[in-house]
Every structure is written in C-alpha cells, then in structure tokens.
C-alpha cells in the first residue's frame, strides 16, 4: 500500500485561490459540492475577496448509483442563491476520482438554467477517472491505491485536514 | 415479529402506517423533504432520482386531491405515473384486490400508491409482495378506511416543524370529527413518537374513538378547555355523511360547539399555529376569519405535502 506524505489542506486551498485568480471574471461565482467542496469554497471565497455569495449543491438526488445505494441518509438541501442563467460557474469539489460526481452536478446546475461555462476546481485529483471530465484548477495530483479513500475534514480548530482510510 | 415496513437491514421499504416507525425514521423522511421542498421552486421542477421507475397510483376509493399530490411528487421525481380508478374497472367487474395487484406487478409495477376504503388494504399487498419475493416493488399507503393515512400524518409533522421547531414543549389539541378520522391517528402517533408534550382530542362524545386516553391524550368535549394556550390546533374535516348516522344534531349545531372562530382561537397561543387536512367545510367546523387568517397555515400544508411525499417515494425506491 503506497504510503504518502499529506500536504497542508489550508495551504492548498490558498495555491488554488492563486490558480484561479487570472481567470476570475467580474461574475464569477463559486458552487462547492457538499460537504468538502462547500468547505473548500468557502475558503476560495474569502481568499479571492469574492462578495457574492457561494452555492452549495449536494448531489443525492442526480446520483448514478441510486438504484444500487439508495438515497444518501443525509441529504442537504442545494442552495444556489443567484440566476445560474449566463453566468460563468466554478464548481467546487475536494477530491476528484471517478469524475461521477461532477457529472451528477453539472446536471443539477443545469436544472437551474444555461450558464455561460462550467469550470471545475478541486484540492486533489486521484486519477482513475471513469468519466471524461477533468480538473481546470487544481494544486495536487496524487496516486493511491482504490482501496484507500481520500478524506477532507475540519479539524477542532475548523482547519481542513487531509486523511486516509483503509476500506477493506 | 417482522415490521412489515422495513427491510432486514432497518431501511424503510413500505410506507403503511406512522405507528411503529422509529424516531429516526420520521426525521429522516422530515429532514429529506426539507431538501425537497427546493426543487419546487427552481427553473425545472424535477429531479431524476425516479427516472425509468413507474409508480401506479391505485385508487380504490375516490380522492383526486391525495391522488393529484402523489402525481405531482411523483414527476417531480421523474418516474411515469400510471392512475387507475379502480373502483370503474377491475373491481366493478369482480377482481379481487391481489388479482389487480399482480397484474400491475406484471406491468412491471416499481412503486403503488394505495388508497382503499378498507383499514390494511395497503399491508395486504405489501404482505403478499413479500411472499412473491418482490422486495423491488414498494408500497404507499395514501389512506385506508378508519386506519391511518401516514404521508399526511409526515407532511403535518413537517409543518408544525417549520413553524414550532421543537415537539418537547408543544401541546397540541385535534379537534372534530376523530372517530372518523385516519389523519388523526396518523397525526396522534407521530406527535406521540416525536415527543409532544401534550396532546388533546377535542370533540363531542360521538365523534370520539373509545378508550382514546389508552393512546396517552388527553379529552376534551369542550372547545374552550381543549384550545386554551394551545401551540398547535389540527382541524378535521367534518365529513357530511356523517350527519345522516344520527351522530350529529346538525352542522349548524356543529358549528355553534365545536367549530373554530377567531374568538375560540383567542384562547390558544398568541402564536399557535392552525391547520386542517382539506378540504374544508367554511362554517361548518372551521369560520373563513381563522382559515384566511393569519395564524393558518392550511396553504403551506399542501406544498410541504409534495416535498413529503417526495421524500417518502425517493427513499423507498431506493431501499
């Protein structure tokens, strides 16, 4: 099992604010995925000085493996607090895998209307992609192995932390 | 003995009755409708959890209001809605419940919603799926005779939740026609289940079930003891037919003892909440000043009654 050294998730968040920064446009707003993108774009936010605020999106109800896993036991209401129509959209996760996720958000985001582009910002991005979607913005590539899950917490201090858990 | 609505590993998998569903269970189906609730107000009003599944609504006894609810959530969910009146085919020719039954399950049926005018019509065929093996297919009970009607039972928990918060504190008085009434023991075994601190059943000795106390209320045959500094007053419909079995002087009378006007509503709370299942019956148990008034809250009943029932096909289907 590749053992690997986790980097500083706060740091991180600030290399991907720096990623962005050229490319941000005056209506330029950030959708975080819950619950580690909302907390990654939360923190993107307020390092880009951005004054509108986020949308938060859970997935639950576009996911593709419905049939197999049923609804999540704990689905959080998506909030997208402005007119998607027109607008250029960063989506933000904290891990990309298997590219499924963002695929079940950009349907939901197009739910609410037409925006001008979608970009994706993530923290780290594990390869291994089952879909053909990939990261604009992202600080880390990372390789581990499918039985590891890559997990993105706050800390008591509500620092962000990197871990990794052993699935059987 | 096996709960007959959930599945081995716990999960809800029929919805038949409120009674004898954990805690956890209600608030999961309150906390996903509240997630629900969203969907109704954005640009496309759906979502495509129930996308390819049929859902058969299958309606024994007349309701176009419950039907037209469970159509909606439905599509909201984007699952195809088949609705059979089944009191005008099959069963006018002679087929038996389970016959009908089995026949949609050959259409491919993934979901019934099931209204019968009989109490444990909707069990029945959950029982009998069971022993087909058809763990795929799931059921709703949308009312079934005196017994209980548990999606409307779910969408007043979820909306004495929006306006009270907390079911620790709250006394909340039922008051009308309980004998009768589905909705109210549907509601009287969710507020029980959910912690309210007190509940009163309010209404004349005919219209009251016997040995009531044994579900822990309190009775009141008068109006003003039942309301006085209530949180949370439920309106039942006084059904008309009623009238005819001699249980009811008149709805004039009705009215005059036990129907709700700004004066008796004076006595609850400043800030109780009033609701009723519909449809109302204006001067009969219910005056127009309270059900337009301020403290109503019949209108927000029914769009939390589509997020519920949202929530309770989405989370079936999925189990």
Redesign the interface.
């Known amino acids: 099992m590749p053992t690997i050294d986790l980097p500083d998730a706060e740091a991180q968040c600030s290399e991907l604010a720096e990623l962005i920064r050229p490319h941000l446009r005056s209506d330029t707003v950030l959708v975080g995925i819950h619950s580690g993108g909302v907390w990654v774009a939360r923190r993107l936010c307020e390092r880009l000085a951005l004054n509108k605020e986020i949308g938060l999106i859970?997935v639950?109800?576009?996911r593709d493996d419905?049939?197999e896993?049923?609804?999540h036991?704990?689905?959080?209401?998506?909030?997208i607090p402005f007119d998607v129509e027109g607008r250029p959209l960063i989506l933000v996760d904290d891990v990309l895998y298997t590219g499924r996720t963002t695929r079940a958000a950009i349907?939901?985001l197009?739910?609410?209307?037409r925006p001008a582009s979608i970009q994706l910002a993530v923290l780290a991005d594990r390869g291994r992609r089952q879909l053909p979607i990939c990261a604009d913005y992202c600080p880390w590539r990372v390789a581990l192995d499918p039985s590891q899950e890559l997990i993105l917490s706050t800390n008591d201090d509500g620092r962000l932390q990197w871990s990794v858990a052993e699935n059987a | 003995m096996r709960n007959p609505q959930l599945n081995a590993n716990g999960e809800l998998t029929h919805l038949l009755s409120i009674e004898g569903l954990p805690r956890e269970v209600i608030t999961h189906i309150l906390d996903t409708a509240s997630s629900f609730l969203k969907v109704s107000h954005r640009d496309v009003k759906k979502v495509p959890l129930l996308r390819g599944k049929s859902v058969f609504n299958v309606f024994f006894e007349n309701s176009t209001r419950t039907r037209t609810t469970f159509e909606i959530a439905a599509k909201r969910l984007s699952a195809d809605v088949i609705n059979l009146d089944v009191t005008r085919s099959s069963t006018a020719k002679g087929e038996t419940l389970l016959d009908t039954v089995d026949n949609l399950v050959a259409m491919h049926a993934d979901m019934f919603v099931v209204r019968h005018a009989a109490s444990g019509a909707p069990h029945l065929i959950a029982d009998h799926l069971h022993r087909l093996g058809r763990r795929d297919v799931h059921v709703v009970n949308a009312g079934d005779g005196r017994h209980a009607h548990p999606t409307q039972g779910l969408l007043d928990m979820y909306t004495i939740r929006h306006y009270k918060k907390d079911f620790n504190d709250l006394v909340v008085a039922v008051v009308g026609d309980i004998l009768h009434s589905r909705v109210a023991r549907s509601d009287l075994h969710a507020l029980t289940t959910l912690g309210a601190a007190e509940l009163r059943a309010v209404g004349p000795q005919t219209l009251l079930p016997t040995a009531i106390e044994k579900m822990g209320v309190r009775v009141c045959h008068d109006l003003r003891a039942g309301l006085r500094d209530c949180d949370v007053i439920i309106m039942l419909r006084l059904q008309n037919e009623r009238m005819n079995g001699a249980l009811l002087p008149s709805a004039r009378e009705y009215f005059s003892c036990y129907g709700l006007t700004p004066a008796m509503l004076a006595l609850a709370k400043p800030d109780a909440i009033v609701m009723h299942p519909g449809p109302m019956n204006r001067g009969v148990e219910i005056d127009s000043d309270v059900a337009d008034g301020p403290q109503a809250v019949i209108l927000p009943q029914v769009t939390f009654g589509i997020a519920v029932r949202m929530a309770v096909m989405g989370i079936l289907a999925g189990n």
């Open positions: 859970d639950s109800f576009y419905y049939s896993r049923g609804l036991p704990r689905v959080k209401p998506s909030s349907n939901e197009f739910d609410y209307g």
